[in-house]
């Protein structure tokens, strides 16, 4: 593509950051906002074919430019689960003429931290004619910088556990334990979590254990067990969770998980789950993900986790 350089078509085409920092963790999930306006020569217009042609390039090693790809990504969509890197300062506020036109990208990034990447905006007014905002009259450009995810460990989470729910059902005890994890960080928050093994509010534990009822009648003994059950649930604000033969009312804590234990003790318990292998992936508010697997103690009386990164 070798860029036009006359005004004839458009006066004005810049390329600003409209988020309020330049930097994106490398995740590939968080993003930064730019915002890309064209103003067109008076009396002209721009079609809406040529305002879709809008997008974001580098200058490669070879001359040419390059549209970005990879492990430099722009979507026309923004994700909201994730917040702008929290930075100082204001984004800058260009003002625009009653003419000019705007499109607004979210670029994110798989880059090594600390990479440095200068990006322009390409417009196409037909199929042989392309402007570049790195080109005279134009000049302006946006450097990226990508940061290296963050990595948190065991002791910069929560896990605090409160007991629930109590009822007897037809000679059984039914005991409701209710585990929230979170950051411990008050500049970071669980925003999503990518359930790798069972989906959110399926049993993932079952630990059943058989006793000996101590007493025979007519020569029958009932089949006293005892058994420990764990679920897990993703980040949201619920805050009732229906379980087996109860519905919990929980005072959440913001951005947090829950991961409810279920006791019982005597002649039935939770039938028809097994034991599978519980991974999740915590996303904070900047996209870094933090995986972890479900670990229990004491034949399942506590839920437990340990940091898999």
């Known amino acids: 593509m070798t860029p036009a350089k006359d005004t004839n078509w458009i006066t004005k085409f810049n390329i600003h950051i409209t988020s309020n920092s330049n930097k994106v963790f490398g995740n590939g999930r968080h993003q930064l906002e730019v915002s890309v306006s064209v103003t067109p020569k008076l009396g002209v217009q721009i079609t809406q074919e040529q305002l879709d042609s809008i997008r974001l390039v580098t200058l490669g090693d070879d001359g040419h430019y390059h549209e970005l790809s990879g492990d430099l990504r722009m979507s026309t969509e923004r994700d909201k689960r994730f917040e702008y890197y929290a930075d100082t300062g204001a984004p800058p506020a260009p003002l625009l003429a009653a003419n000019t036109l705007r499109r607004r990208f979210y670029v994110s990034s798989t880059r090594s931290g600390g990479t440095l990447d200068v990006i322009y905006a390409a417009i196409s007014k037909d199929e042989a004619t392309h402007y570049v905002s790195h080109t005279t009259p134009f000049i302006t450009s946006i450097t990226v910088e990508t940061l290296t995810p963050l990595r948190l460990n065991r002791d910069d989470f929560a896990f605090e556990a409160e007991d629930n729910h109590f009822q007897v059902i037809d000679a059984t005890e039914w005991n409701y334990d209710v585990n929230q994890l979170f950051i411990k960080s008050r500049t970071l928050k669980l925003v999503d979590a990518i359930a790798y093994g069972p989906t959110s509010g399926k049993a993932y534990f079952q630990n059943v254990i058989e006793e000996d009822s101590g007493w025979d009648f007519d020569g029958l003994t009932p089949d006293i067990s005892k058994s420990f059950t764990h679920i897990g649930y993703g980040v949201s604000d619920q805050r009732e969770f229906p379980v087996t033969n109860a519905t919990l009312s929980v005072n959440r804590y913001p951005n947090s998980m829950v991961f409810i234990r279920i006791f019982t003790y005597g002649i ?26 479900m670990t229990q103690r004491n034949d399942g009386q506590y839920i437990d986790f340990v940091m898999t990164n």
């Open 268 to 293: 039935s318990w939770l039938s028809g789950t097994t034991t599978i292998d519980a991974q999740w992936g915590l996303l904070d508010q900047y996209g870094n993900e933090h995986r972890i697997k």
